[in-house]
Each structure stands twice: as structure tokens, then as C-alpha cells.
């Protein structure tokens, strides 16, 4: 058997095509674990129970679209996806099996608009920062965020027949939201504030 030599060239092309091949496999995991889907600016459903969700201003970041996911997720009534938006072992408070069976039934809000997101300073949530602190601490958030959404909703008829607590009209909502730990650490709601 003969020693063959490779040309320099040779070997400067396979190194440029293994890194492009490294390369493209980090991109794509990286892809992968984000799941793949993406918010848009308007929903729509048309059929026997109708539904519009509309973003008139998008997300600025993270904090801010793990909100925005939980109005399009509510708003479509995906409630199967909300579950992945909260801490596990708040799961159970927020029976999202009641807003499921309720949308079965023809009751729920057939319309959200979103009007703007705003992460609030410190200051804007002075009276309620230690009580943030301490579900931040208790999920094992390092980090958190207060986003308020200013939006707007519409029920369905047989929904305004039992008249909701918060009826047609505009309102606003905090959303305390955490940071996981961990390299792919995903931000998660962990308090819903009163409209």
C-alpha cells in the first residue's frame, strides 16, 4: 500500500466543510429546542365557535412574549399548550380543564386585542416586589420580570348571558414572569394579576 499525501487545498476544504457542518447542526438544535413555533400579529378561526386574537404591538422580549403566548393560547383555546407557560405545581389552581369545558359549551372570550406590553421598573411594583420575590424564590426563579398588557376582549353571547366578572370592555394585566436556570432556561408565568 502507497502513501498517498493530500494537497494543502485538500485539507483546508475539508476543515471549512466540517466546520460548516458543525455549524449548521448547533443552528439547528438550537432551533429545535425554541419548538418551532412562532407568535404572529393576528389569528383567526373560523368555525362554530369563532375566535381573533390580534397583536397591535409585539413582544420586545422574552418576558414579554411568554404574556403574549399565554393571550393566543386563552384567545385560540389551545388550554392543552397554557400548561407549558407556568410552574408544574401551579398547574392545578388554574384549571384550564374548567376553560376548556366552558369553551366546549360555547362560554368564552371570542376575541383578544392586544394593545401594547410593558415591562414595568422596579418602582411600578414596589408594594408587590417581596411578594414577588418570594414566588420567584419558591419556583427557583433567579430573575424575573412584571409585564403589563394593556388589551382588550369580546365574549361570546352565551358566555354575557351568565355575566362574567370582567365583561366586555379594555383592561389591563400584570404578569409576573421567571426566568428558569439552566442554559435553556424557558420564562415562565408565575403570577397572574387581577384585571
Not at 439547528?28 to 397591535?56: C, I, M, Q
Not at 393560547?73 to 374548567?98: H, I, K, T, W
Not at 433567579?142 to 354575557?160: C, G, P
Request: some cysteine; glycine content about 8%.
Amino acid at each position: 500500500m502507497s502513501k498517498e499525501k493530500f494537497s494543502p487545498q485538500a485539507l483546508k476544504i475539508c476543515g471549512i466543510t466540517l466546520a460548516c457542518l458543525a455549524i449548521m447542526f448547533m443552528v439547528a438544535a438550537v432551533n429545535r429546542s425554541r419548538g418551532g413555533e412562532h407568535l404572529v400579529k393576528e389569528y383567526t378561526v373560523e368555525d362554530s365557535l369563532p375566535r381573533y386574537v390580534k397583536f397591535e404591538k409585539m413582544p420586545s422580549d422574552d418576558a414579554q412574549l411568554a404574556a403574549a403566548w399565554y393571550f393566543k393560547y386563552m384567545g385560540l383555546a389551545q388550554f392543552d399548550r397554557c400548561v407549558r407557560l407556568f410552574p408544574q405545581d401551579q398547574l392545578e389552581s388554574l384549571n384550564f380543564g374548567q376553560d376548556d369545558l366552558n369553551f366546549r359549551e360555547g362560554r368564552y372570550i371570542k376575541e383578544y386585542i392586544i394593545h401594547g406590553f410593558q415591562t414595568l421598573a422596579t418602582v411600578e411594583y414596589a408594594d408587590q416586589k417581596p411578594y414577588y420575590d418570594e414566588q420567584a424564590s419558591r419556583y427557583g426563579f433567579k430573575e424575573y420580570k412584571v409585564v403589563r398588557v394593556n388589551f382588550s376582549q369580546r365574549w361570546s353571547d352565551k358566555a354575557l348571558e351568565q355575566a362574567p366578572q370582567w365583561g366586555d370592555g379594555t383592561y389591563t394585566r400584570d404578569f409576573a414572569v421567571g426566568k428558569e436556570s439552566g442554559f435553556r432556561g424557558k420564562w415562565k408565568i408565575f403570577e397572574l394579576g387581577m384585571m
